[in-house]
């Protein structure tokens, strides 16, 4: 699973439109977000640190909402932008998962576990989860 970062409102231009899920490492105003919602349609989460989330509108929150998009928090820790623009969810959590799932754990026993080993927020770790 990859997930694009964006370090600043120029770059929601330069976005392909196929990308799924958006870091935004910047607070995105809700032009930001609509502007992201027009040049990718195939967005299904927005991952912001936990700081901006406290600071969103409740339109822009209803909008993603409606439109069946989740709303994540969370930091990219340890990521560099100038080398990659994408951070990556390595096999390890995969393979984390995997073993979870193989033993017959709970899900809300596999969030609890894959949070505490990978660092990953809570929100993204159950978005993961859902979508593998």
């Not at 990308?19 to 032009?31: G, K, Q």
């Not at 600071?55 to 929150?61: F, G, R």
């Not at 998962?97 to 609890?112: A, F, N, V, W």
């Amino acid at each position: 699973m990859k997930i694009r970062v964006v370090s600043s409102k120029e770059e929601i231009s330069t976005l392909s439109p196929n990308e799924e899920i958006v870091h935004f490492a910047f607070r995105p105003s809700n032009t930001d977000l609509f502007s992201l919602f027009m040049k990718c349609p195939q967005v299904k989460a927005i991952h912001i640190p936990n700081s901006y989330r406290r600071t969103m509108s409740n339109s822009a929150i209803m909008y993603l909402k409606m439109q069946d998009i989740e709303l994540l928090e969370g930091d990219v820790w340890g990521h560099r932008k100038d080398i990659n623009e994408y951070s990556e969810i390595s096999q390890r959590v995969y393979d984390k998962l995997s073993e979870c799932r193989q033993s017959g754990m709970q899900e809300e026993d596999i969030i609890e576990k894959l949070v505490r080993e990978t660092g990953l927020g809570r929100d993204f770790v159950s978005f993961f989860i859902k979508n593998t």
